[in-house]
């Protein structure tokens, strides 16, 4: 879930006063949400990637602006000395007044003059979900809790498929839920399927790589006394777990824990660290940084 904030009566006075100096990340974010708001309004998301230039956040705020609408937040971030700019902006406008094709084509003018690499407009209310496809491994913990939340539409996307390197039989748990939902499973999963696919795929592992590897890597570090567990989801690239990192999340773990709330507490960090990955993309929270990075508003 996330808080609509409108944007305080002094936001044209803040961006006018860093339109013109450099700086290096900048968050602006307006006044609690006011019932007045009419429910006409409706929620968009632009994100910004370009080479860095005086004036782009007041143009940002024209754009939007101009057409009635309104900014609720702002994130913006300058790396030194690397001369991109990248930005995030939620706003709200009136779809009668603004529509969906006029704001691409305002978009696309600004990408255009300031040379972007990436300029990405949603509208949730009224854009189709991403369509994902769920790859899964023996282990079910997070395909189980990525299908639940789905199900309980906390999940802001639509499954198309499940795909996995082993088999499953007809009258397991899962198998009786896709068939339920209609999404359909596949068991395939090719060496060369990366290069095929192409486009972003977002992996999950524990943290207690690299330090314990191979067969029962829970029970090595459980048995080695470990006093901190994490999780790591990051893109996917040819290199095993190397790609550029989205999220993180650690838990401490204690001499009170057994084997079985050890294993426990790292699969519940692995769910929800993926869960938050998967938002944050959907909602255009990530941007590639760098060769191997990224930026996460």
Request: proline fraction near 5%; aromatic fraction near 8%.
């Amino acid at each position: 879930m996330f808080l609509v904030r409108r944007a305080s009566q002094d936001l044209p006075k803040k961006l006018t006063g860093i339109a013109n100096r450099s700086f290096k990340s900048l968050k602006i974010q307006g006044d609690s949400v006011d019932s007045s708001i009419p429910s006409s309004l409706t929620h968009g998301i632009h994100v910004f990637h370009c080479p860095d230039a005086v004036g782009i956040v007041a143009k940002l705020s024209e754009c939007i602006a101009s057409r009635g609408g309104n900014i609720l937040g702002a994130d913006v971030f300058v790396p030194e000395k690397k001369h991109v700019f990248y930005s995030r902006s939620e706003f709200i406008f009136d779809p009668a007044k603004w529509s969906r094709s006029q704001m691409e084509e305002d978009f696309l003018k600004l990408s255009t003059t300031f040379n972007a690499m990436k300029s990405v407009v949603r509208v949730p209310d009224q854009d189709p979900k991403y369509k994902i496809a769920i790859l899964v491994s023996k282990q079910e913990h997070c395909l189980v809790d990525l299908l639940h939340q789905w199900q309980d539409g906390r999940l802001p996307v639509e499954i198309t498929s499940v795909i996995s390197n082993h088999d499953r039989a007809p009258n397991t748990h899962v198998f009786r839920f896709l068939q339920r939902h209609g999404i359909p499973y596949h068991y395939v999963l090719s060496g060369d399927f990366l290069k095929k696919y192409g486009k972003d795929i977002i992996n999950i592992h524990h943290g207690l790589l690299p330090s314990f590897k191979g067969g029962s890597p829970s029970r090595q570090a459980f048995d080695a006394g470990v006093k901190l567990i994490g999780a790591t989801s990051h893109f996917v690239t040819e290199e095993l777990d190397a790609g550029p990192i989205i999220e993180q999340m650690v838990e401490r773990v204690s001499h009170r824990d057994n084997l079985q709330s050890f294993v426990q507490k790292s699969e519940n960090l692995e769910k929800q660290c993926l869960s938050k990955a998967i938002k944050s993309y959907c909602e255009l929270r990530v941007l590639p940084y760098q060769e191997n990075k990224t930026v996460v508003f």
